[in-house]
């Protein structure tokens, strides 16, 4: 049984992995898909003789090139997220393109060995191939560490597709931030249970002033009822959805632009409500009251708003958000 406790590294466990498996060497290789072929996103291995990562690489570059059998896409399914005997598939499938070629040559020199005995698993998500895992052999593996590595198989591939995310996330972050701000309203994406986790400009501008009224708003639509907000779900994997608010009504209109514009020019929240009030018409005096702040307060946000604009009244300022 390999036991992999909380204090226990990843190099410990590949040894315990050597030990049950009978490898000479165990390797974990992440693999990259990039628009110049393969490459090694990740490398891990215990007991490796020098030159192996090499091999790798030389080996994925020949997949991609083509000199080789076939490039990952073209691997037979039956072949995927399993466990085999790689030494033996590339002898079979084109003995003289391998056996002859100057990787086989290399892989000679660096294993120390007359034959190249390799068994593990290609691990896919879907078409994409995420990475390759399992051991060098001197001898033909037998059955027990194929047994092993395919009972491996499901870990490996979530802890590929998590590390893959993680690698990306930032990345996947500025895609979904360009995304949602490309789209003419307040955007939210909605988790399975109704949480707000991302949102576009306009629509944390939003949140920062009405976030409640938002919230309710965004539950009234998950549930199927009227809401104040007239918003449009959109569903998305994992039970969540994709929140858009259409301005269907004036106030709406109104709401979504002063938002878009405090986005826009980086107005603070007061400022963003002292200007929703100024666009809907209110005199200073009028917006002194409906905040509980002194006039000369109100005239301080207008001027500041109106710089931040770069506005010389206050028609102008309303027209640039309204536009």
Known sequence: MLRLEHDVGVHDALLSLADLTGASCV???AIATRTTGLALE??????????VRELVDALLGALTAGTAPAPPVAIEPRLRNRAFDLGAWLEREAPSAWLDSPIFADAQ???GHPRLHAAGALVYDGPTLLGWFGGLFPTVPTATPLAIFDALVPVMQRRFAA????????????????????IGGAAFLIGARGAIHEANPTGRALLATHHAEIADAIA?????????LPFELYPVA????????????PATRITEAVAAA?????????????????VRGFSNGATAESLGITERTVELHVTAILDRAGADNRATLVSRVLA
Request: charged residues 20%; without cysteine.
């Open 42 to 51: 990740h490398w891990r291995a215990a007991l490796a003789p020098p030159g």
């Open 109 to 111: 020199r660096a294993l």
């Open 220 to 228: 009234a639509a998950r549930a199927e009822r009227t809401a104040s």
């Open 27 to 29: 390797v974990v290789a």
């Open 238 to 249: 994992g039970g969540g959805a994709l929140a858009i608010l259409r301005a269907s009504t």
């Open 163 to 182: 590390e893959q995310r993680l690698r990306s996330a930032a990345w996947t972050q500025s895609v979904l931030d360009a995304a949602l701000a490309q």
């Open 262 to 278: 405090s986005a826009r020019w980086h107005l603070t929240p007061r400022q963003h409500t002292v200007l929703e009030l100024v």
